[in-house]
């Protein structure tokens, strides 16, 4: 359950009560409705409808929760390495390596980051959504990076709430196949699951919003390929990944959307979330991370770059 009252933030002001505490908790939307529909979520100490909307300051109580599915919850495992950059009491920063799971789901029960983060903070084990606990954004299986892991309550809808009102900064390396035509530049498109695998995602209209920044850095010419820097205003599942391909340069390395190709071996997708910046959610002092490359990224460059 929800721990204590909820104070609704500006970054929230003039949402749905049902989206936003879909929003707060990662429960689904569709869970989140019947929990209004039974009275069981009160906004200032009353009832409301689902399309009820909340305005800065109201107080949200919620006084159930829905019922898990039958998933079994994460457990600790200790051997599922955590490489903290920062920790407090509200919140940690931990480098994901390449090829470690965020959270469990279907056919990785275990050995995730959510497991590793649980041996080490179990009392992240009831914030946010049970099947990955304090888990605030995520990264794609295959790309590494940082991401921020809530400690608390307080910390996890604060924090959320600051992805909401887009100012968390979120700033990836990486490395496309081709020349863009232009050294800067903005993709807005919307994302959804492909109709053709549900596996992946598309830009579709039906998709929900996203909006991709890029500004490229570099450029190789043996093979052609630019060194990007993208920054994210939408966090949409691959969305990096989807948008390059999208505009005909995939990231190097992505099988998934068309980016393996031999001149450039690479298992991985060259994508890596080096940037995080964020408001404390308990002092409210800014702060910023750097996460340098991984060796086999820094691998690649080097090669290209020793290329006549």
Known sequence: MVDGPILIPAALEGDRVD??????????????????????????GHTV?????????????????????????????????????????????????AGIVMHPGAGNAGGTLVNGLLARYPEIENIGDPMRPGIVHRLDRDTSGLVMVARSPRAFAELVAQLSARTVERVYAALVWGELSSPRGMIDAPIGRSGARRTRMAVRDAGKPARTEYHVLETFDRPVCSRLECRLETGRTHQIRVHLAAIGHPVVGDGTYGGSRESIPLARPFLHAGTLG????????????????????????ERLAARP
């Open 19 to 44: 989206r936003a505490l879909s929003f707060l908790t990662g429960w689904p939307r569709a869970a989140v409705q019947q929990l209004v529909d039974d009275g069981a979520v009160l906004v200032d």
């Open 49 to 97: 409808s689902k399309s009820h909307r909340l305005h800065e300051g109201n107080v949200l109580e919620v006084l159930a929760e829905p019922p898990l599915d039958s998933e079994i919850r994460p457990a600790p495992d200790p051997t599922v390495p955590v490489d903290v950059r920062f920790a407090d009491a509200d919140v940690v920063v931990v480098a994901k390596p």
């Open 278 to 301: 964020f408001d404390h959610p308990g002092s409210g002092e800014h702060m910023r991370f750097v996460e340098p490359l991984p060796p086999e990224l820094v691998e690649v460059l």
